[in-house]
């Protein structure tokens, strides 16, 4: 792809893994898992390790670094209410539900903006679909639905998802295929389809 950013980070690697271990692909999560050391800190998040974030896609919290403070990043919030499902804690899992279903855009069929977000005008993708995997896992499979659908309907022709959508709910006509926004999108569609996380 016609992109200068040609790295492939230890966060995207464990999100090729767990993409292709929910699809039963063994062979291509064996050969990721073999050639990669999860535990290593991350390049952009020093002090926390590449699976830190994302290993409660994989239904575990022991390498799940949270922070005591309240974040307005929503992929954040959607993370924190994975790990409150994981840790029975329903307080938290009602607080980071209630929050991104407050933020939904019901005209565009995504999530709404953080702070982040307003400060780049644009939508990101991949939060959406992070969101339909907590409604999924929350047992909202209507608000699931509604995200898996958006997601369909973003799908490129190569197959892949764009992070970014324009005010408007464009496609950005900046971005391209991401491999993270992709994994999610195929995760959150496979929620859909399940009607569960």
């Known amino acids: 792809m016609n992109h200068g950013d040609h790295r492939i980070w230890p966060?995207?690697?464990?999100?090729?893994?767990?993409?292709?271990?929910?699809?039963?692909?063994?062979d291509l999560e064996r050969r990721i898992n073999d050639a990669n050391d999860f535990t290593v800190p991350t390049i952009d998040?020093?002090?926390l390790k590449s699976n830190q974030r994302y290993c409660v896609l994989d239904n575990v919290t022991c390498g799940f670094y949270l922070a005591n403070q309240?974040?307005?990043?929503?992929?954040?919030?959607?993370l924190i209410g994975h790990y409150a499902s994981l840790t029975s804690n329903s307080t938290l899992l009602s607080s980071q539900t209630a929050l991104l279903t407050s933020n939904w855009n019901?005209?565009?069929?995504?999530?709404?903006m953080d702070a982040g977000d307003q400060a780049a005008k644009l939508f990101r993708v991949y939060k959406t679909a992070l969101a339909g995997t907590l409604f999924a896992r929350a047992g909202m499979t209507d608000e699931c639905e509604a995200a898996a659908t958006t997601l369909a309907n973003l799908q490129e022709p190569t197959g892949g998802w764009i992070t970014d959508l324009t005010v408007a709910g464009a496609k950005n006509p900046g971005s391209v295929a991401n491999i993270e926004t992709t994994a999610l999108?195929?995760?959150?569609?496979?929620?859909a389809r399940k009607g569960l996380f």
């Open 11 to 26: 966060q995207t690697q464990y999100l090729l893994y767990l993409t292709f271990k929910r699809f039963a692909l063994a």
């Open 45 to 47: 998040r020093a002090g």
């Open 70 to 78: 309240t974040s307005n990043n929503f992929d954040e919030v959607a």
């Open 106 to 112: 019901k005209t565009l069929g995504v999530l709404g």
């Open 185 to 191: 999108s195929l995760i959150c569609l496979d929620c």
